[in-house]
Nanobody
Framework: QVQLVESGGGLVQAGSSLRLSCVAS????????MGWFRQAPGKEREFVAG????????YYTNSVKGRFTIYRNDAKNTVYLQMNSLKPEDTAVYYC??????????????WGQGTQVTVSS
């Protein structure tokens, strides 16, 4: 079972930037899609961004397009989420996840523990 460890969350003001990182254990990283999800209090979990195994296919939910960037470094078994122009509505616990296959729309079976992002107005 792969282990995923997120870092980079914190408390920032609106308009600021944060970069989330997720390091994966094991040897499956380079062949699997990776994704970032978030869950705000009282809301359902939301798929924020996904990246295919090759990095050639990327998905963003509409509310973060143009502000967030997902990318991966297979040499470091790490996926990143660069978040710019943060808004209070971005406040949530952010989770890294690994898909069962190489496409970002595959099911996600492995999850990190989450990292809190809080954006103040």
């Amino acid at each position: 079972q792969v282990q995923l460890v997120e870092s980079g969350g914190g408390l920032v003001q609106a308009g600021s930037s944060l970069r989330l990182s997720c390091v994966a254990s094991g040897r499956t990283f380079s062949s699997r899609a990776m994704g970032w999800f978030r869950q705000a209090p009282g809301k359902e979990r939301e798929f924020v961004a996904g990246i295919s195994w090759s990095g050639g296919n990327i998905y963003y939910t509409n509310s973060v397009k143009g502000r967030f960037t997902i990318y991966r470094n297979d040499a470091k078994n790490t996926v990143y989420l660069q978040m710019n122009s943060l808004k209070p509505e971005d406040t949530a616990v952010y989770y890294c996840a690994q898909a069962v296959g190489g496409r970002y729309y595959d099911d996600y079976s492995s999850w990190g523990q989450g990292t809190q992002v809080t954006v103040s107005s």
